[in-house]
Structures are given as structure tokens and as C-alpha cells.
């Protein structure tokens, strides 16, 4: 299989960006990479299990409404989502399979910012526990795409639409490559050696954050 992979952005802002919508019109994908937070759960969705013109009525009338007003009012950007979901479910109707995938680590990581906020500044890139939350996401998502393409029987040369952020996906596209674990720490964490290494780092987050701890423990390639 040799997927067509398109990433596509999406500005979280107060006005709407339509380009991961539009993207469903124009590329008419057979597989979408949401960065939406799996819940440690299977990621494929349940809609994944039935044909196109077959998917629920009710799971579709859901996906019609969109999001609450409450989520809204928090996270104004995902009104954009709503037309993404009309177009998706547009081809469904039309007996096109599109299916779709949550890859992001689970809620209570991706919300962890608390901690993590408290190391933004004066540049979070340059701090390492902000980095230490964005390779847990990132090695989870690149676990689950992974997945993904191995368990795949569709099309030979299927259209993927990645609609994670262009940082992430650079990342992660070197993840799903198998670099061995050095190249992995050199990567997120070399630039941080003389504050942290990786004999201590399981301590210092262990100390720090037990969210962070908690996931580190799960799917960190270091030990």
C-alpha cells in the first residue's frame, strides 16, 4: 500500500477556516486523520464499521448538529468542523467509504496544560516539559497511524487527509520511519541534556506532573 498522504492546518482562531472542509471536496479522501483526543480507546470510530450509504441515521443527525454552544464558546474554531462533517458525510451519501480516525493521546493528557503552562515562557520550544507533553501526544498518535495503515484493506493507493498541525505531522512523520531510541531522544530532548537527561528524566516528570507521569510510563520509548 502507498498512501497519498495531504496535511492540511487549521487556525484555531475566532474566525472560521474552512480548509479541512474544503479539502474533503476537493481530494474526496478514503481515510482522515483527526487530531481529536482518543480517550484510550480504539481510535477508528464506530462509523468505520459500516458502509457509506449504511453509516446510523442517528450517529449522522449528530454529526449534522455539530458541536454545542458550550464547546463553542471555548473552542470557536471548531464551527469549521461542523461543514468538515457535512462534507464527509456529502460523500457517504453518494456511496463514497471515507473513514475516519481520532488519533491524539487521551483527553486528560491533551488538557494537561497546567503544569505545562507554567514552562512557556520566555519560549516554550525551548523549554523541555512543554516538549515532554508534545512527544507523549505525538508517540501516540504516530502509534495509532502506524496501526492504521497496518490493519488498512481498502484501495492499493488510498488518499489520507492528515488534519493534524504541520508541526505535528513533521514530527510524527519522522516517527512512523522507526528511528531507533536514540535518534528519538535526540530529536525532542538532545537540545536539553545539560538541564535533563535520560537516565533522570522519568524522575524529574514523576516529580513534576503525574498526568505526565502517568503517559510517560505508558508509551515513552526510553524507559
Known amino acids: 500500500m502507498k498512501p497519498k498522504f495531504i496535511q492540511v492546518d487549521c487556525n484555531e482562531t475566532m474566525e472560521l477556516d474552512l480548509r479541512q472542509a474544503e479539502a474533503v471536496k476537493k481530494y474526496r479522501p478514503d481515510v482522515i486523520i483527526l487530531e481529536y483526543p482518543c480517550d484510550g480507546k480504539d481510535p477508528?470510530?464506530?462509523?468505520?464499521?459500516?458502509?457509506?450509504?449504511?453509516?446510523?441515521k442517528k450517529a449522522i443527525v449528530n454529526l449534522k448538529k455539530g458541536f454545542s454552544k458550550k464547546v463553542l464558546k471555548i473552542h470557536p474554531w471548531a464551527a469549521a468542523d461542523t461543514i468538515m462533517w457535512k462534507n464527509v458525510i456529502d460523500l457517504w451519501e453518494n456511496?463514497?467509504?471515507?473513514?475516519?480516525?481520532?488519533v491524539d493521546g487521551p483527553g486528560e493528557l491533551t488538557s494537561e496544560w497546567l503544569e505545562v503552562w507554567g514552562h512557556m515562557?520566555?519560549?516554550?520550544?525551548?523549554?523541555?516539559?512543554w516538549w515532554v507533553q508534545i512527544y507523549l501526544r505525538e508517540r501516540i498518535m504516530a502509534n495509532h497511524i502506524i496501526g492504521i495503515l497496518a490493519d488498512y484493506q481498502g484501495k492499493e493507493n488510498p488518499v489520507v487527509l492528515i488534519f493534524l498541525q504541520s508541526f505535528h505531522w513533521k514530527h510524527i512523520k519522522y516517527m512512523i520511519d522507526n528511528p531507533d531510541k536514540e535518534k528519538i531522544w535526540d530529536y525532542y530532548f538532545g537540545k536539553f541534556e545539560d538541564e535533563v537527561s535520560r537516565e533522570d528524566m522519568r524522575q524529574r516528570i514523576a516529580s513534576l506532573n503525574k498526568v505526565l507521569y502517568k503517559y510517560w510510563q505508558k508509551v515513552a520509548d526510553f524507559g
Open 121 to 129: 515562557y520566555p519560549c516554550a520550544k525551548k523549554n523541555w516539559v
Open 95 to 102: 456511496d463514497h467509504q471515507v473513514l475516519i480516525y481520532s
Open 44 to 56: 477508528a470510530w464506530d462509523l468505520n464499521k459500516f458502509e457509506p450509504t449504511k453509516k446510523p
